[in-house]
């Protein structure tokens, strides 16, 4: 009896154990993924820079040919 109850309560920790790791993989790919987005919306926002930039440039320069 104290066999089979020494087996479960080592089954249970290794589950904590088990869930323990896959927490701290998870957290882990969580930031990846957290600093991943923020590299896409801050190219995204270098894009619109850079568009806002060139329209810009083609106004004034219209503006200059016509007169």
């Known amino acids: 009896m ?3 109850l020494a087996a479960v309560l080592f089954g249970i920790s290794m589950v904590g154990f088990y869930t323990i790791h896959l927490q701290k993989q998870l957290d882990k790919i969580s930031k990846e993924l957290e600093d991943f987005r ?3 919306y801050k190219g995204f926002a270098d894009v619109h820079k850079d568009i806002d ?3 810009k440039t083609m106004k004034n320069s219209k503006q200059q ?3």
């Open 53 to 55: 930039m060139v329209d």
């Open 65 to 67: 040919l016509n007169g």
């Open 38 to 40: 923020f590299k896409v």
């Open 2 to 4: 104290n066999l089979i």
